[in-house]
């Protein structure tokens, strides 16, 4: 079955940059079609997207973030790993990776990893 | 401001139907980009609940059903039962951000 797991620090301070890996299973990201995406959501408010890798290495990335995202794959160690630069306060949120779907939603979880952005 | 208009909140009895309503516009689902649902329990991740405006995973009860129209769609929940008490986000594509995009989310209550 497929899993994904966040892994990363859990608090950061104002401007440093943060690395989060998720290790997945059950599915390759080398299979035609299949992509991994990053999704935030801070202390009461709504989901939002930030990134996404496909099987063939195309990077889409939230238009109002591009400039602080970089988002990698590695496929021997089914991993793929967000860095967030300058990291502020307001980024404080639980992230989330997640399996794309063919249709472009997201179908598989992991548990999320809250980071807290504070000095 | 989230790309996708939900409704802040809803609420019915155990037994009624409610529905929750998502709203975009020619770019996402007016465009024919399909609308995914999530249900969410405080302090747990997402679940996926309705994929592809109408189709439900394996192991989501069949109370739950989806539909898309034009450039809204909605999320119905039939014979509601306590349990189903939590937040509920709809997600599209949009073309013109190329962006994933979510709805800002609906918390049901269930009375």
């Known amino acids: 079955q497929i899993t994904l797991k966040e892994s990363g620090p859990t608090l950061v301070k104002p401007t440093q940059t943060l690395t989060l890996t998720c290790f997945f299973s059950g599915f390759s990201l080398t299979t035609r079609g299949v992509g991994v995406g990053w999704i935030r959501q801070p202390p009461g408010k709504a989901l939002e997207w930030l990134a996404l890798?496909?099987?063939?290495?195309?990077?889409r990335y939230s238009p109002s973030l591009k400039s602080s995202l970089t988002i990698t794959k590695d496929t021997s160690k089914n991993q793929v790993v967000l860095v967030m630069t300058n990291m502020d306060p307001v980024d404080t949120a639980t992230y989330y990776c997640a399996h794309m779907t063919y249709s472009y939603g997201f179908d598989y979880w992991g548990q999320g990893n809250l980071v807290t952005v504070s000095s | 401001q989230s790309v996708l208009t939900q409704p802040p909140s809803v609420s019915g009895a155990p037994g009624q139907r409610v529905t929750i309503s998502c709203t975009g516009n020619?770019?996402?689902?007016?465009?024919?980009?399909?609308v995914h649902w999530y249900q969410q329990f405080p302090g747990t991740a997402p679940r996926f609940l309705i994929q592809a405006n109408s189709n439900r995973p394996s192991g989501v009860p069949d109370r739950f059903s989806g539909s898309k129209s034009g450039t809204s769609a909605s999320l119905a929940i039939t014979g509601l039962q306590a349990e189903d008490e939590a937040d509920y986000y709809c997600q599209s594509y949009d073309r013109s951000l190329s962006a994933w995009v979510f709805g800002g989310g609906t918390k049901l209550t269930v009375l």
């Open positions: 020619s770019t996402n689902i007016g465009a024919g980009y399909d």
């Open positions: 890798i496909y099987w063939d290495d195309d990077k």
